[in-house]
């Protein structure tokens, strides 16, 4: 275990522990994925500022006023410093166990007090180039009552996480996206959508009938294995994905700290620039989710709603209800997110970060690849347990063409638990070729490619 790995450990921790403890600190996937990026970025400058690198620059190159090391200094005693005052900037309430690892971390070679210093000094100066960023808060924010317009889950009412962060976040490295709009209601593509997420969604399951199957007991372990809602003793997705980066390197025989370090931290960046880019389009988009979507599918029906002449539309189910994000470890309800369904946040963390990963090893931006064909998730691990307090078995879960059948399997994970319609992860048939400029997978890959070519400098 060298001091890239131990630290990534304690910060994948430290987000697990901060959906945990009641504290609320950087929770829910923003912040998550803002923090580990803060993190990662601290760990990277504190590393290359002492080990200088000869193809890249560090991410603070260059800045007016950017620390130096001395001569001599502790490139883990660096690492250490910068992510434990990193880390205790972003979950104070978990500094008496960040103080314990500290004290436990790896440490070999070099002035351990000058590398101290020096990690200190570079991730307070990494923390105050973020110190605008804005929270995930939504005080002056007002729903629109429009005809498919985001609203609160009715059977869950939450707020709105993060209405502003998008528009008010710089960026950290990548380019600016912007997505084409989803279809909306009357369009073919949405009730191909609608249809689709009703009968695989649904609470409780579907009554099969000719031409349109069930939800399968796979599609339902699927919706599940992919969760990390924010759940109890699991954190969010940013940290699932981390899990998965981390099993690459282990089975691709990645074991340079240089090249972890730098792997870890561009796939990092690439999902707090994620949860940027997404939380943008969906707040521009402001597009309903199913749960709503098919309780008010007629147009009699929502806060606007007008008397109609005939029959209520055919799919409009005012009585549905999803199967919901899993509130695991809980005894919580299964519930809808609470932000805007277009795109879909999962899908672009996960093609963002798993691109970055592709790319890395020289895959193809387009290819399949055998980077890792199996992965155990959280959600499935044996001892996670559902919201009737019921343990799920461990599952193996097999992928035959890596990480490029995750990236879309992560996305269409969310139409079986019926919280996103399958055009928030991409357009329908568009899976494998993600040629339109429509859902989260598509911006997730762009956002991968645009920090790995430009080898991760500032934006």
């Not at 629109?144 to 009715?154: F, N, V």
């Not at 989803?182 to 593509?189: F, L, N, Q």
């Not at 074991?255 to 730098?262: A, F, N």
């Not at 879909?344 to 970060?353: L, M």
Request: charged share 20%; proline share 8%.
């Amino acid at each position: 275990m060298n001091s890239i790995l131990f630290w990534n450990g304690v910060a994948l921790d430290a987000n697990k522990e901060s959906h945990s403890n009641g504290n609320r600190e950087n929770t829910g996937p923003t912040l998550s994925a803002r923090a580990l990026a803060l993190v990662h970025l601290a760990m990277h400058d504190a590393y290359f500022g002492i080990n200088t690198p000869t193809t890249f620059t560090p991410y603070t190159s260059g800045l007016p006023g950017v620390p130096s090391p001395g001569a001599g200094a502790s490139a883990d005693a660096a690492v250490a410093s910068a992510a434990y005052f990193m880390l205790t900037k972003l979950f104070p309430s978990q500094k008496a166990a960040f103080d314990a690892k500290l004290a436990a971390a790896p440490m070999s070679g070099g002035d351990a007090s000058k590398g101290h210093m020096f990690g200190v000094a570079i991730a307070n100066f990494i923390n105050n180039l973020r110190k605008d960023d804005p929270g995930a808060g939504d005080a002056g924010y007002s729903p629109s009552a429009a005809r498919g317009a985001h609203r609160p889950d009715p059977d869950n009412p939450q707020g709105f996480h993060a209405p502003y962060y998008g528009d008010s976040a710089k960026l950290f490295s990548s380019n600016a996206f912007t997505l084409a709009p989803p279809p909306m209601p009357g369009s073919a593509d949405y009730a191909t959508a609608l249809e689709q997420v009703r009968r695989l969604g649904i609470k409780h399951g579907w009554q099969e009938t000719a031409g349109s199957a069930a939800r399968t007991p796979e599609q339902t372990v699927i919706g599940v294995y992919w969760g990390y809602d924010g759940a109890n003793g699991l954190g969010t997705p940013p940290r699932l994905y981390n899990q998965i980066v981390l099993k690459v390197m282990e089975a691709q025989g990645t074991t340079d700290p240089v090249d972890q370090l730098r792997l870890l931290t561009m796939a990092n960046v690439a999902m707090a620039d994620a949860g940027i880019l997404a939380w943008k389009e969906k707040y521009r988009y402001d597009l309903w989710r199913p749960v709503v979507g098919i309780r008010e599918h007629d147009s009699g029906m929502g806060p606007l709603g007008s008397v109609q002449a005939g029959p209520m539309a055919a799919d409009c189910d005012p009585a549905w209800l999803p199967m919901g994000a899993p509130a695991s470890n809980s005894s919580k309800k299964n519930f809808t997110p609470d932000f805007p369904a277009y795109p879909s946040g999962h899908a672009t963390f996960g093609a963002a970060s798993l691109q970055v990963v592709r790319l890395w090893y020289g895959i193809g931006s387009k290819n399949p690849d055998m980077l890792l064909t199996s992965f155990v998730s959280d959600e499935y691990d044996g001892k996670t347990r559902d919201n009737a307090g019921t343990a799920r078995p461990r599952y193996v879960r097999h992928f035959p063409k890596g990480l490029w059948d995750m990236i879309r399997e992560n996305g269409e994970s969310r139409v079986y638990l019926g919280v996103h319609w399958i055009f928030d992860a991409f357009a329908e048939g568009d899976q494998d070729k993600y040629d339109k400029q429509i859902g989260g997978v598509p911006l997730g890959l762009w956002i991968a490619e645009s920090i790995f070519n430009k080898k991760m400098t500032r934006a």
